[in-house]
């Protein structure tokens, strides 16, 4: 079985300061990881994504997220806050062969001037 | 080309009414997922369809039927709405092969209200 676990319900920063958003899983075998974003009352939007190959992984945005297999952790990151990346952020595992995205319970991200 | 498209984006139903929602996805995907968005509770499954002719139980499959008509659609029925189905819901594809097999592509979302 397959899970996922946002360290933090909810995230506050300044403006200009670093965001950092906790993930944990569980997984019996190799996973890919996603992280998506969504603002308020729209869709989900893919802000990157893990599957094996390098692991640090860069998205859009300037988000980038690393996966520690040791620590079963996928955080993700970005050295500046901006106002726009005030959202919601998902966390979501899914293994190779059942394709069954699990996801998170979601990190709310505040950011303020 | 418009990815996974699902209607209606808003919906208000009265208790015990019926409705299907509609998704169609023109990726050629295998698989297909509906899911359900609650505060505090992240996307919970409620059906998939991991190919065509095939579906299957998710976490909160209860009060929900499924349909995969064909590989590019795959709908999702109230039969009997009740309020607790008041949510945000969004289907979602997976190619499963190819380089970009396991990418989620989501739908912009059903706003569903029970009253």
């Known amino acids: 079985a397959q899970s996922v676990t946002q360290l933090d319900s909810h995230v506050s920063v300044s403006e200009g300061t670093p965001v950092l958003l906790r993930c944990n899983y569980s997984s019996s075998y190799s996973p890919s990881l996603f992280w998506y974003v969504q603002h308020p009352n729209k869709g989900l939007q893919l802000l990157l994504k893990?599957?094996?190959?390098?692991?640090l992984v860069k998205g859009i945005n300037g988000f980038e997220a690393e996966f520690k297999k040791s620590e079963t952790s996928f955080h993700l990151t970005k050295p500046s806050a901006h106002m726009s990346d005030a959202a919601e952020y998902f966390c979501?595992?899914?293994?190779?062969?059942?394709?069954?995205?699990?996801f998170g319970r979601g990190t709310s991200l505040i950011v303020h001037p | 080309n418009a990815g996974v498209t699902q209607t209606p984006k808003f919906q208000v139903l009265k208790t015990g009414q019926s409705m299907t929602l509609q998704c169609a996805q023109d990726m050629n995907h295998n698989s297909m997922y509906w899911y359900r968005q609650d505060p505090g509770m992240g996307l919970r499954l409620i059906y998939y369809?991991?190919?065509?002719?095939?579906?299957d139980k998710g976490e909160v499959p209860n009060g929900y039927n499924v349909s995969r008509l064909n590989k590019r659609e795959f709908s999702l029925r109230l039969e009997s709405a009740a309020p607790s189905q008041t949510s945000v819901y969004f289907c979602a594809s997976i190619a499963r092969l190819g380089g970009d097999g396991n990418t989620i592509y989501f739908g912009e979302g059903s706003w569903l209200t029970v009253v």
């Open positions: 369809s991991a190919s065509e002719g095939t579906t």
């Open positions: 893990y599957t094996s190959a390098a692991t």
């Open positions: 979501v595992v899914s293994l190779g062969g059942s394709y069954i995205p699990t």
